[in-house]
């Protein structure tokens, strides 16, 4: 496991956009995957992107192809998240996480590490 902090959320307009970053501890970031979900007020968690170890595997939410950006800087153990043309059905908190192999990353389960979450805004 690995300890995740999130940062980089906040209010913005609709049309604006957001970069949220997640610091990663410990030896072995560049061998885990790293993802992004978000949950907004009363509904499920929902996969949002993954990347793979390497960088060179991505994954996105059909919905949010276009707009949303995942990578990762390993020599720094950041995973970023770049959002554009944000609306306000993008409002809710944005968790980072790990997992220590690729796979079907657009299921929890697979990951065994979690950031707190960041707050993410968009007004009308």
């Known amino acids: 496991q690995v300890q995740l902090v999130e940062s980089g959320g906040g209010l913005v307009q609709a049309g604006g956009s957001l970069r949220l970053s997640c610091a990663a501890s410990?030896?072995?970031?560049?061998?885990?995957?790293m993802g992004w979900f978000r949950q907004a007020p009363g509904k499920e968690r929902e996969f949002v992107a993954a990347i793979s170890g390497s960088g060179g595997i991505l994954d996105y939410a059909d919905s949010l192809k276009g707009r949303f950006t995942i990578s990762r800087d390993n020599a720094k153990s950041l995973v970023y998240l770049q959002m554009n043309s944000l609306k306000p059905e993008d409002t809710a908190i944005y968790y980072c996480?790990?997992?220590?192999?690729?796979?079907?990353?657009?299921?929890?389960?697979?990951?065994?590490?979690w950031g707190q979450g960041t707050q993410v805004t968009v007004s009308s």
């Open positions: 996480a790990s997992g220590p192999l690729w796979g079907i990353m657009r299921t929890a389960s697979r990951y065994d590490s």
């Open positions: 410990g030896r072995t970031f560049s061998s885990r995957a």
